[in-house]
């Protein structure tokens, strides 16, 4: 915090609030994002979704994470709407750089045991190589909480945030996290082993017979 006041000049979209303490929003642009740490509540009421300029406040860091707090309510709304695509990546190639931002990580496996999500908690969950990211439900309004945490792997949408040395993610809503895809398995079948038996057309097998399929 070098107590200089800054001005937001270009739009920056809302991707992600809720109800919480410090009223923190996080916004980005097309290059970069950054988290409002509003707690003297000095913003006014925008919407999920809106484009907002001539923010004024200072910037700071907190636990290695870059921060922005409002000093006057100057903000001005000039366009809604606007849902930016998240930038997919694997967990090694997160960066500084994509703080505040909207990510997408695929094929990641909740570590712990079953139950639901809860407001304000840390789930972390592994990619296949065993990197790790943090799952953060920083609102406690978000349409997820309460709802089972899921055992199968995830791909997972949310704003990128830091705490200390820890990759964080939150979703913004249950849509945020659903099932990897599976791959359609390729079974291999030995055709040399379902020789030796006869059976006439509409019937099954004359005899018993046994054979290997494998899949991958």
């Not at 919480?20 to 006014?44: E, H, K």
């Not at 004024?56 to 309510?73: I, L, R, S």
């Not at 939150?170 to 079974?187: G, V, Y």
């Amino acid at each position: 915090d070098d107590g200089n006041l800054y001005r937001l000049t270009g739009g920056a979209v809302i991707t992600l609030q809720g109800a919480q303490a410090r009223n923190q929003r996080f916004i980005q642009d097309a290059n970069a994002g950054i988290l409002i740490d509003d707690a003297a509540g000095v913003l006014g009421e925008y919407n999920i979704g809106d484009v907002v300029e001539n923010l004024v406040g200072t910037v700071n860091e907190f636990n290695d994470m870059v921060q922005f707090v409002p000093a006057v309510d100057l903000g001005v709304v000039v366009d809604n709407d606007v849902f930016p695509e998240p930038i997919t990546i694997t967990i090694p190639e997160i960066n500084a750089g994509l703080q505040g931002m909207l990510i997408k990580v695929e094929n990641v496996t909740f570590q712990g045991s079953s139950g639901n999500f809860i407001a304000n908690q840390n789930y972390i969950f592994n990619d296949e190589s065993s990197n790790s990211i943090t799952l953060r439900t920083i609102f406690s309004n978000l349409n997820y909480i309460g709802d089972p945490i899921p055992s199968l792997p995830q791909d997972i949408i949310g704003v990128h945030g830091v705490h200390q040395s820890t990759l964080q993610i939150t979703p913004r809503s249950k849509d945020d996290i659903s099932d990897t895809p599976m791959e359609d398995p390729l079974l291999l079948v030995s055709t040399s082993l379902l020789s030796g038996f006869s059976y006439f057309e509409g019937e099954g097998p004359s005899d018993a017979q046994s054979f290997t399929v494998e899949g991958i």
